[in-house]
């Protein structure tokens, strides 16, 4: 069964450039990983407080995700995370969904 991960970021207004300049420079290392489909970053809503964000990514099961997040790739395409942190409002929501059609 396909599993999609997201993640929710909250990100401070007027840093959105900033945001999505990271996501569209940055090594995911995935392509290379078993079990990967597709990686999309999508905008939301624009508050007064915050920009809403969504990585979006699909995988041939929920063990091939889990997989991925224990592994080197995942850490290298992790690594300095936090040096952004000031563009964020608290950390990013993750959820997890099984498809059903």
Do not use: C
């Not at 959105?16 to 090594?27: C, G, H, P, Q, T």
């Not at 078993?34 to 407080?49: A, D, M, P, R, Y």
């Not at 915050?50 to 991925?68: G, I, M, Q």
Request: net charge negative; glycine share 6%.
């Amino acid at each position: 069964m396909k599993f999609i991960a997201m993640n929710r970021f909250k990100i401070v207004p007027n840093r959105e450039k900033d945001f999505e300049n990271i996501w569209k420079n940055r090594e995911t290392h995935l392509n290379d990983v078993s079990g990967f489909i597709e990686f999309h970053l999508v905008k939301g809503n624009s508050e007064e407080t915050h920009t809403v964000y969504a990585s979006h990514s699909t995988w041939n099961s929920r063990k091939d995700f889990e997989v991925w997040t224990k592994s080197e790739a995942f850490r290298q395409a992790h690594k300095g995370a936090g040096e952004h942190s000031s563009i964020y409002l608290g950390h990013p929501e993750f959820e997890g969904f099984e498809v059903i059609i």
